[in-house]
């Protein structure tokens, strides 16, 4: 956590806005055919062929949802970019471009700025998106960061929230709850840093749920892989807000209720130990943690042998009629409504 005060900086007003697109954008190439004309002209030009353009936005507020103090640039720059395409996949389409705006404020040198777009850089090239737009502004105070992920597909394969039906199974890829536990690592690490600024963390120990936070990875694996066992969902959405948020969204919007397991809920073993360790329950945590930037969704149960065992999946329940409610069934099977405690940007 100690910063090398002897940086080379690089004021920003030396390069101009425009300088400074064109020279934090100047090695992004177009590899997407549908993708026309990038960075540099009025708007960016994207031919889909009769696709359905899927497009998404989020902002990104220092202080609100990051902390520069150990958040590294290169992480923000990556993770902006997960954050959008994790919507994108969650309508069962593909990501193809992104832009990136941000406000940044006088104390961010030009070399700051290029680390950030690294980070960019890097989640454009593993998830094969284009660059193509963005702005770049003053901010008063702090950063905000601003990024738009536009997808494509048939729309046949576009899969809504609204599809769900009684006895559908309810399903969750990887496991969940470990980007919250990573926060609070990271949290009690500064309040120690503040204390005494020349120790430094042994974060070994929490390196998954801490990657968890800083660095997490959409999960565009599973729209390719449920094409490939011919499953498509009947409702799906992602898991940012934490999974109890996600499963009412789903209900709402599908007009239905649903029972989950708490025993089904994948948990990884750092996920409960870190959990016994800041004394929280591991099954809260997973209801309403947030950011683990999973896939929610449904299937029919007639699909349901075409996923059996599938280590990246796990059936965690299953949809209802509406008048049945919204339930946690315990591991003692007790009956426990479900409520939205997942984060709220507008929370004080």
């Given at each position: 956590?100690?910063?090398?005060?002897?940086?080379?900086?690089?004021?920003?007003?030396?390069?101009?806005?425009?300088?400074?697109?064109?020279?934090?954008?100047?090695?992004?190439?177009?590899?997407?055919?549908?993708?026309?004309?990038?960075?540099?002209?009025?708007?960016?030009?994207?031919?889909?062929?009769?696709?359905?353009?899927?497009?998404?936005?989020?902002?990104?507020?220092?202080?609100?949802?990051?902390?520069?103090?150990?958040?590294?640039?290169?992480?923000?720059?990556?993770?902006?970019?997960?954050?959008?395409?994790?919507?994108?996949?969650?309508?069962?389409a593909m990501a193809t471009q992104v832009t990136v705006s941000l406000a940044i404020s006088n104390?961010?040198?030009?070399?700051?700025?290029?680390?950030?777009?690294?980070?960019?850089?890097?989640?454009?090239?593993?998830?094969?998106?284009?660059?193509?737009?963005?702005?770049?502004?003053?901010?008063?105070?702090?950063?905000?960061?601003?990024?738009?992920?536009?997808?494509?597909?048939?729309?046949?394969?576009?899969?809504?929230?609204?599809?769900?039906?009684?006895?559908?199974?309810?399903?969750?890829?990887?496991?969940?709850?470990?980007?919250?536990?990573?926060?609070?690592?990271?949290?009690?690490?500064?309040?120690?840093?503040?204390?005494?600024?020349?120790?430094?963390?042994?974060?070994?120990?929490?390196?998954?749920?801490?990657?968890?936070?800083?660095?997490?990875?959409?999960?565009?694996?599973?729209?390719?892989?449920?094409?490939?066992?011919?499953?498509?969902?009947?409702?799906?959405?992602?898991?940012?807000?934490?999974?109890?948020?996600?499963?009412?969204?789903?209900?709402?919007?599908?007009?239905?209720?649903?029972?989950?397991?708490?025993?089904?809920?994948?948990?990884?073993?750092?996920?409960?130990?870190?959990?016994?360790?800041?004394?929280?329950?591991?099954?809260?945590?997973?209801?309403?943690?947030?950011?683990?930037?999973?896939?929610?969704?449904?299937?029919?149960?007639?699909?349901?042998?075409?996923?059996?065992?599938?280590?990246?999946?796990?059936?965690?329940?299953?949809?209802?009629?509406?008048?049945?409610?919204?339930?946690?069934?315990?591991?003692?099977?007790?009956?426990?409504?479900?409520?939205?405690?997942?984060?709220?940007?507008?929370?004080?």
């Amino acid at each position: 956590m100690l910063e090398d005060k002897n940086q080379e900086r690089t004021s920003l007003e030396e390069l101009g806005e425009f300088g400074l697109i064109e020279h934090l954008t100047k090695n992004f190439e177009l590899n997407q055919p549908s993708s026309i004309i990038g960075v540099g002209d009025d708007a960016a030009v994207m031919d889909y062929n009769g696709k359905k353009t899927v497009v998404s936005t989020d902002m990104l507020v220092e202080g609100v949802h990051f902390d520069l103090s150990y958040m590294p640039l290169k992480h923000l720059g990556y993770k902006s970019v997960m954050v959008n395409l994790s919507d994108i996949y969650a309508m069962n389409a593909m990501a193809t471009q992104v832009t990136v705006s941000l406000a940044i404020s006088n104390r961010f040198p030009l070399e700051a700025l290029e680390e950030f777009y690294e980070g960019v850089a890097l989640a454009c090239k593993l998830y094969n998106v284009d660059l193509v737009g963005g702005d770049t502004t003053s901010s008063t105070r702090g950063m905000i960061v601003s990024v738009t992920a536009i997808g494509a597909a048939d729309e046949n394969e576009i899969v809504y929230r609204n599809g769900s039906k009684p006895n559908d199974l309810l399903v969750v890829t990887g496991d969940l709850g470990g980007a919250y536990l990573g926060l609070q690592v990271l949290e009690r690490e500064k309040e120690v840093f503040k204390v005494n600024p020349n120790s430094q963390p042994d974060l070994e120990p929490y390196s998954y749920i801490v990657e968890r936070q800083l660095k997490p990875e959409a999960r565009k694996d599973i729209v390719e892989l449920l094409k490939k066992l011919e499953v498509k969902p009947t409702s799906m959405i992602d898991i940012s807000d934490g999974l109890s948020s996600e499963v009412i969204h789903l209900c709402k919007h599908s007009d239905v209720g649903c029972n989950v397991f708490e025993e089904k809920i994948p948990l990884d073993p750092t996920v409960i130990s870190a959990s016994e360790e800041f004394k929280m329950d591991s099954t809260m945590i997973a209801l309403s943690g947030g950011e683990d930037y999973e896939l929610l969704f449904t299937i029919d149960q007639a699909d349901f042998p075409k996923i059996k065992g599938n280590p990246n999946l796990t059936v965690i329940g299953h949809m209802t009629e509406k008048n049945e409610g919204i339930h946690l069934i315990t591991r003692a099977e007790s009956k426990i409504p479900i409520a939205a405690q997942g984060w709220n940007s507008f929370n004080k």
